[in-house]
């Protein structure tokens, strides 16, 4: 499809998708101060992201669905998203008792969409994001995104959006040719345990440099 090889894990940002990504970072930096989620305890060998989806449109999108493949949300993200507003949430990994390698790594996706999964879903575009944050030094974070109508992303399943994902790098765009929907998003480690993810959901009607 025209879509698929227009849109799939394009790693580059123009300079108006750097600039906004960059102003989303900034602000999941913020939050993630504000809320206290740097622990001094056990808490402190969990992995930590904290990211801000940016509703760059007109309409408000809704949550549609979320899921952890490994942690869990601290703060998760809110239901709905109003017109040019952001979105904050946090993601941790989880201690396991009793486990000698527990799986304290942060690697969910979340999908949002103009309409509730019950309503007419004619005509409507769904926007997706998902991250890897591994504890180990050695391995880069990953990101990806995706966009199009609201049949293709909510029919999506997690193990492709995870086959995907591990194929990603930092830096993700997606411009689907058969919809105006678009999304751009980048990853930033800070350490070893912590990331900051930049995101934005947005309606381009012609192909993006």
């Known amino acids: 499809m025209a879509s698929a090889q227009q849109g799939r894990n394009i790693a580059q940002l123009n300079d108006k998708q ?5 102003k989303a970072i900034i602000e999941a930096k913020k939050v993630l101060a504000n809320k206290n989620q740097i622990a001094n305890s056990s808490q402190d060998q969990l992995a930590k992201v904290a990211g801000i989806v940016h509703n760059d449109q007109s309409r408000p999108i809704m949550l549609l669905d979320t899921h952890d493949y490994l942690g869990k949300f601290a703060a998760r993200p809110p239901q709905g998203i109003l017109p040019l507003d952001n979105a904050a949430f946090v993601h941790e990994g989880v201690l396991l008792p009793f486990d000698p390698t527990p799986p304290a790594v942060s690697k ?5 969409t103009h309409k509730a999964s019950n309503e007419n879903s004619d005509g409507e575009l769904g926007w997706l994001l998902a991250w890897y ?3 180990d030094a050695e391995k880069s974070s990953k990101i990806y995104v995706e966009a199009g109508s609201f049949d293709k992303i909510s029919k999506m399943g997690w193990p492709e959006i995870e086959e995907k994902l591990n194929a990603s790098g930092n830096t993700s765009r997606y411009w689907d040719s058969d919809t105006p929907a678009a999304a751009s ?4 480690d800070e350490g070893n345990k912590i990331a900051f993810i930049g995101c934005d959901f ?5 192909s993006p440099n």
């Open 18 to 22: 750097k600039a906004k990504v960059a």
């Open 108 to 112: 969910a996706a979340i999908k949002y």
């Open 133 to 135: 944050k591994p504890l």
């Open 185 to 188: 998003a980048r990853i930033e």
């Open 202 to 206: 947005e309606i381009i009607n012609s």
